[in-house]
Nanobody, 122 residues
Framework: VQLKAFGGGLVQPGGFLRLSCTASGFTLDYYTVGWFRQAPGKEREGVSCIGSSTGSPYYADSVKGRFTISRDNAKNTVYLQMNSLKPEDTAVYYC????????????????WGQGTQVTVSS
């Protein structure tokens, strides 16, 4: 059972990236999947999450209108499209999954990916 997050990189302010979270050993269909990030010296924070069924995803206020979370169950993958990136978005981004509802408390999540670095800098 494994989650893998990838797609990070170095991008200029105003640029975009798309992160992907894929699962192996289990299907994400029934899981709520969240994206979290952690900047140096800061606590891990919830960025966005999407439930297993129809319903509105969650976005942190800091990313609303810029980030979009989506899922492709056929590919067992959840995406985080990040547009209009800012230097303050720089962090290691993690995806995580659990069978509960749409919340962004890291302690509730059962499975974690290894993290992918996003750096926004000119």
């Amino acid at each position: 059972v494994q989650l893998k997050a990838f797609g990070g990189g170095l991008v200029q302010p105003g640029g975009f990236l798309r992160l992907s979270c894929t699962a192996s050993g289990f299907t994400l269909d029934y899981y709520t999947v969240g994206w979290f990030r952690q900047a140096p010296g800061k606590e891990r924070e919830g960025v966005s999450c999407i439930g297993s069924s129809t319903g509105s995803p969650y976005y942190a206020d800091s990313v609303k209108g810029r980030f979009t979370i989506s899922r492709d169950n056929a590919k067992n993958t959840v995406y985080l499209q990040m547009n209009s990136l800012k230097p303050e978005d720089t962090a290691v981004y993690y995806c995580a999954a659990w069978l509960g509802g749409i919340i962004v408390h890291p302690d509730e999540y059962d499975y974690w990916g290894q993290g992918t670095q996003v750096t926004v800098s000119s």
